[in-house]
């Protein structure tokens, strides 16, 4: 079984600039999370999605959002690019009925200039 | 607010030696407490959990015991090798309230041949 894959793996950007990123789930997994990893730290939480619903929001401003689609994939949107959203943006997926552990994906690595 | 502290990197040791990390977290009630591996250029891989108090988490000869009364969560392995080197997290979640995982800020571990 395919694992939470997340695409792009890596790209760069010009402050101001949109991103999107995207992430497929586990297959049968309902629930997805967001997280940022700056370097050299651990990840910080940034959305939960379930049953396409947003269930929980980290300390993000609003230029970060997401959605979740039928089919359970997930994007993440930034918008206006900072220097600081640099950083490597980690998919979870997990069978929220079970609640047992998340699934991360291999990551997005972004980079602003 | 719930945290998670875990001691500061990088740790270095040499093959076969005996490894401890420690992790202490801030948290009311009964959160699940984890252990999370991040290979270099990858995402992160669950390595253990624990659900409740008293439970030990074993994986890949990882070792780690839920301590409620001190708060804590170490992470042993009696014999490291080589192929252990990489970045180990320290994290908690309520597993059956939400999906989000508090994270600590990591340990990187270098093992010497």
């Known amino acids: 079984d395919a694992g939470v894959t997340q695409s792009p793996t890596h790209l760069i950007k010009t402050r101001g600039q949109q991103v999107t990123l995207r992430c497929s789930p586990i297959?049968?997994?309902?629930?997805v999370s967001w997280y940022q990893q700056v370097l050299g730290q651990g990840p910080q939480f940034i959305f939960q999605?379930?049953?396409?619903?947003?269930?929980g929001r980290g300390n993000f401003p609003d230029r970060f959002s997401a959605r979740q689609f039928p089919n359970y994939s997930s994007e993440l949107n930034v918008n206006a690019l900072l220097l600081g959203d640099s950083a490597l943006y980690l998919c979870?997926?997990?069978?929220?009925?079970?609640?047992?552990?998340?699934?991360f994906g291999q990551g997005t690595r972004l980079t602003v200039v | 607010g719930n945290s998670v502290t875990q001691m500061e990197g990088p740790v270095t040791l040499s093959e076969e030696a005996f490894l401890t990390i420690n992790c202490t977290y801030t948290?009311?009630?009964?959160?699940?407490l984890f252990w999370y591996v991040q290979y270099p250029g990858e995402g992160l891989q669950l390595l253990l959990k624990?659900?409740?108090?008293?439970d030990k988490g074993s994986n890949k000869g990882f070792e780690a015991t839920y301590r409620k009364e001190t708060t804590s969560f170490h992470l042993e392995k009696g014999s490291v090798q080589v192929s252990d080197s990489a970045v180990y997290f320290c994290?908690?979640?309520?597993?059956?309230?939400?999906?989000?995982?508090?994270f600590g800020k990591g340990t990187r571990l270098h093992i010497l041949p």
């Open positions: 979870a997926s997990s069978n929220a009925d079970s609640h047992i552990e998340a699934f």
């Open positions: 297959s049968g997994h309902k629930s």
């Open positions: 999605y379930y049953e396409k619903e947003e269930r």
């Open positions: 948290a009311t009630g009964y959160p699940s």
């Open positions: 624990a659900t409740k108090a008293d």
């Open positions: 994290a908690l979640s309520y597993m059956n309230r939400d999906d989000k995982i508090i």
